[in-house]
């Protein structure tokens, strides 16, 4: 059971919580993730910690609402309990001054994109940011990632914001334009597979951070598997954060949409009772 | 043990010849009808005994003057003189000898393979008789104890302001916890999941060891003063370095053996295609087959699960319960080979479980979504013996079949969980991840603070020898710290 510290909306989709986990603060690096479970029939959920502070004892989480139990999550108050909350896990994101970093995220990928854009910031590197979303009301966290970052492009499949066009299309502008030295991406496995195709054809190291499906979190499950240079991985405790030229992006694709059905049906049922 | 020398002892041995008790028909487990049984996915299987059975049960036995079956015990409980205690209808005495060496009766003595410990050894057999069931005794007493809510809370020494660190909750740790905690330790249990019990809970299904039973057990360590704290990792959330600053005096790994196996053959990683862990975890510990849960499961229809062991049998039985229509085993060697318990291939197959022995999947072909559909089968034979004396299975070249599936659950054994000998590279480990500790101290080889038992020392083995190893690692811990002050 941790407490909610603070409840602040970025947007309506979009909540930031400060919540009280004082051991997971203090072991906490960039890039580890926390699970998170909410009620006693809760799935289990990964969310990377965006932020922690050891003095206080408390972990910053920025959730996106996509289905039932981000929705949960997110409908949690200030003075509310998390039902369970458990980690650091997975593997800390490398962070040194690599030079100049693109971070390249899109949907359920700028949540988890905003403290790695923010350590890269701190570690001395020239960071410009390319956030895409379908549409306007879509873009997400721009003002922080603008707060953190040299420079930003905003892109939306619809041209209703910023420029219109997919997030590969920004970095592309910024691999034509400059020498970049790493490419970091989160986002949807459809996504980080085309943002992979380019950064290898301009020959840019580029590291994803994958978001499969997870159940424990630590190991145990293998749900989260992935190929990875041709050899399975398990995302949990191997990653999350992989050489993105290396893994097999369809497989990933396939096995995500494993349980849309379920999902599809458990969202219908949960929003038909409410 | 003098028990057995005690007049009523004497005169009970009298009362009835040896041939008359050899003679009687060894008592049939009461079992839920298999049909009714293969569509319920939480009532028990065997409803245990009567207490008139297990009274009548009872006098088969001898009450040998060298009870053989004592020595196919791992933990050498003391078998005659629990059962002639209820032979005479003292339940609760018979409960008291259990729990002299036994943390967890009522769950070894419904998970414990007794066809190859104690009853193995009982002297019946060298009459080519039945053995006696010692095991449905051991449940029913366990049982009898918990319903009539005379559990006795074993008595606890005098607070030593010691504290002492267990990592998981599973068998060995819970057991160790209650040694300890018995002599007067501040026990804090860490367990990396939201519930306490280990395999017990996100392993074995509730229609072979309901929650309640471990439950029982938990709120009795707790009631004794043991100190659980859930969603902890060791080596994540706290190191053994910062338990060890955090001034515990001794800390016992019992992390169990986590990290599912797969083939790494073709077609693996395709959609409805899972490791048992990850099956069983859904169903057992999120309770994914709930409509209220939030967490998906497939239910497949046609379902096949590869390996011969207990979480094998687990899986296939659970798959069957959640909705196949075709259910079925698939072992590389044969039945006789097979690691699961006598008692679960006999309840699956009744159940309607196929068996296809003498098979071994190379590969899985899916549909354009990458979901599953067909497994290819390698056919196998049996070679000469290896060195554990079982005879290795070998392909015979060029036979195949193709099998259609909807869901496969791979079953073929686990390993240790890594994350505690990454994050403490001091602590010695074999090759295969298992943790190096003094066979007869379970202290670790490296780090005398730290003492292990197990599945995270022995690899995938069983309740009751987890549970001696908690046993026998609490004994000694004690005797350690006590020796340095
Ligand atoms: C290591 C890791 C770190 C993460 N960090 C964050 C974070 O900091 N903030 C955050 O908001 N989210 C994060 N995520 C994603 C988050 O875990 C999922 O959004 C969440 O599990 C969705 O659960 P749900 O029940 O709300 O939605 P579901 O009902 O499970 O899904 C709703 C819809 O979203 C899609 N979806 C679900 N999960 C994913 C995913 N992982 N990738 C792509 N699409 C998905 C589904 O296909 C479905 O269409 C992270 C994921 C991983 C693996
Ligand atoms: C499905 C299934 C069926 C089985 N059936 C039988 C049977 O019928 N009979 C039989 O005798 N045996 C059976 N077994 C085997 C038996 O359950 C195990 O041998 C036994 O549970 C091992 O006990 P343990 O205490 O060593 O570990 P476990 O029961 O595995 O418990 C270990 C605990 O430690 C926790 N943990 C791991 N790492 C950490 C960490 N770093 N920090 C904190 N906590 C951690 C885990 O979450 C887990 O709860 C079965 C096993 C399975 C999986
Ligand atoms: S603990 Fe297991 S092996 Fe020992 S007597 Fe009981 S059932 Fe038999
Ligand atoms: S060997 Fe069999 S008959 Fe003899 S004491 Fe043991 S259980 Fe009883
Ligand atoms: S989530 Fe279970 S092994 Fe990664």
Redesign the pocket.
């Known amino acids: 059971m941790n407490k909610i510290l603070s409840k602040e909306y970025f947007s309506e989709k979009v909540v930031k919580f400060v919540v009280e986990a004082p051991q997971i603060a203090k072991a906490r690096r960039a890039g580890h993730f926390v699970m998170v479970r909410v009620g006693k029939k809760g799935e289990r959920i990964p969310l990377t910690i965006a932020d922690a502070d050891v003095e206080r004892g408390t972990i910053t989480l920025v959730v996106q609402r996509t289905g039932v139990s981000s929705s949960k999550l997110c409908a949690l108050e200030l003075g509310d309990y998390i039902t369970d909350l458990v980690g650091p896990l997975g593997q800390a994101t490398r962070v040194e001054n690599f030079g100049t970093v693109v971070c390249a995220c899109g949907g359920v990928g700028t949540a988890p994109m905003l403290p790695i854009v923010t350590a890269m910031k701190k570690a001395g590197n020239k960071v410009i940011t390319v956030l895409a979303a379908r549409t306007k009301d879509l873009v997400i966290l721009e003002e922080q990632m603008r707060e953190n970052s040299d420079e930003i492009i905003v892109m939306t499949d619809d041209g209703s914001y910023g420029t219109k066009g997919l997030v590969t299309d920004g970095l592309e502008t910024v691999l034509k334009r400059e020498k970049v030295d790493l490419c970091m991406t989160i986002g949807p496995a459809i996504m980080m597979k085309f943002v992979s195709l380019l950064t290898k054809k301009y020959n840019v190291p580029t590291i994803a951070s994958l978001n499969t499906i997870m159940v424990d979190g630590t190991g145990m499950c293998g749900a989260c598997r992935v190929t990875v240079g041709g050899k399975t991985k398990f995302v949990c405790v191997d990653g999350p954060e992989f050489d993105a030229h290396q893994v097999d992006f369809d497989e990933m694709l396939m096995r995500l949409g494993g349980y849309r059905e379920q999902e599809r049906e458990a969202m219908e049922r949960s929003s038909s009772k409410s | 043990m003098t028990g057995r020398n005690e007049q009523w002892r004497i005169d009970l041995r009298a009362k009835i010849k040896a041939k008359e008790r050899t003679n009687t028909i060894r008592v049939k487990m009461p079992e839920l009808d298999p049909v009714y049984r293969g569509k319920v996915r939480d009532e028990e299987v065997n409803l245990g005994l009567t207490a008139e059975l297990a009274m009548q049960e009872a006098q088969r036995c001898l009450d040998c003057a060298k009870p053989t ?2 020595e ?6 003391s ?1 005659p003189d629990f059962i002639k205690r209820i032979e005479v209808g003292e339940f609760l005495e018979a409960a008291k000898v259990l729990k002299r060496t ?1 943390a967890l ?1 009522a769950v ?2 419904r998970v ?1 393979p ?1 066809e190859r ?3 193995a050894h009982c002297i019946h057999l060298k009459m080519k008789k039945e053995p006696v069931a ?2 449905h005794l ?1 449940r029913f007493v366990a049982d009898y104890e918990r319903e009539s809510g005379q559990i006795s809370v074993p008595e606890v020494q005098p607070p030593n302001g010691i504290k002492i660190a267990v990592v998981g909750s599973g068998p060995a740790g819970l057991s160790f916890a209650g040694d300890m905690v018995k002599m007067g330790y501040e026990v804090h249990v860490f367990e990396a999941l939201h519930e306490i019990g280990g395999v017990l809970k996100y392993g074995i299904p509730e229609f072979r060891l309901p929650n309640d039973v471990v439950d029982v057990e938990i709120d009795n360590l707790r009631a004794m003063g043991v100190k659980f704290f859930k969603n902890t990792i060791i080596g994540k959330t706290i190191t053994i370095k910062e338990l060890e600053e955090a001034d515990f005096k001794g800390i016992f790994v019992a992390s169990g053996a986590g990290l599912p196996r797969f083939m790494n053959i073709k077609g693996e990683n395709l959609v409805g295609i899972m490791s048992s862990n990850e099956y069983l975890t859904r169903v057992n510990l999120m309770d994914a087959a709930s409509d209220d849960s939030d967490t998906p499961v497939y239910k497949g229809k046609k379902v096949a699960v590869i390996g011969g062991g207990n979480t094998a049998m687990d899986s296939i039985r659970t798959a069957l319960r959640l909705g196949a229509e075709k259910a079925m085993i698939v072992y590389r060697r044969t039945e006789k080979e097979m690691p699961a318990r006598a008692e679960e291939v006999k309840h699956a197959k009744e159940e309607g479980i196929e068996f296809l022995m003498l098979h071994n999947p190379i590969e899985y072909i899916g549909d354009e979504f990458g979901r599953v559909t067909h497994m290819v089968l390698q056919a196998m034979e049996l070679g000469e013996p290896d060195a554990s004396g079982r005879r290795s299975p070998i392909p015979i070249e060029g036979k195949t079949r193709t099998v259609e599936v909807d869901e496969v659950i791979v079953s073929i054994g686990v390993s240790p969980n890594p994350l505690i000998a990454q994050s403490t590279p001091q602590l010695e480990t074999t090759k295969w991840g298992t943790l190096v500790v003094n066979q007869e101290t379970m202290q670790s080889s490296s780090m005398p603070k730290v003492f292990a038992g197990g599945d995270i020392v022995r690899g995938g083995a069983t309740v ?1 020898l987890a549970m001696g190893d908690g046993r026998r690692a609490a004994k000694s811990m004690d005797e350690w710290i006590r020796g340095k002050s």
């Open positions: 079956c004592m196919g015990c791992p933990v050498s409980i078998i036994s009766p070894c003595g414990c007794q410990q104690c009853e010692i095991g051991e009751i």
